[in-house]
């Protein structure tokens, strides 16, 4: 994830009135690394399930990336509670079908009562 991308999903998401009283949180990998996914697409899905969880009520969202070799990770997580059943069954399997075809996956657990979306896709193949 570059600090552009980061910085630009965050104006996009400040610029949406159901998102301008939530308090986001970053936590970046301390290693760069581009996910085998366009920028569109990622933005529209990240955005959508934030969306989703300011529509549950959330106040605060986590968004934090990790870097292992060969994948990115996106993990989305709040303090308060969230019931992955919320954001509808059929819009979770779009996303992971949409991931999937990328080589990646969206998964949803539950933490400490707290649920977690947890995007996993490629590491872009540097040339």
Not at 106 to 115: D, K, M, R, T, V
Request: net charge positive; glycine share 8%.
């Amino acid at each position: 994830m570059t600090k552009s991308f980061l910085q630009a999903l965050t104006r996009r998401l400040a610029a949406h009135s159901p998102l301008r009283d939530i308090e986001f949180e970053f936590a970046p990998a301390p290693q760069e690394a581009n996910a085998n996914i366009g920028a569109e697409r990622l933005d529209d899905i990240l955005t959508n399930l934030i969306e989703g969880m300011a529509g549950i009520g959330v106040k605060h969202i986590r968004i934090a990336t990790e870097v292992s070799p060969g994948h990115v990770a996106i993990r989305l997580s709040s303090r308060e509670r969230i019931n992955p059943a919320a954001f509808g069954k059929r819009r979770l399997d779009l996303y992971n079908r949409t991931l999937g075809w990328l080589g990646g996956s969206l998964e949803c657990s539950q933490q400490a009562g707290n649920a977690e979306l947890l995007i996993r896709l490629p590491a872009l193949q540097a040339v």
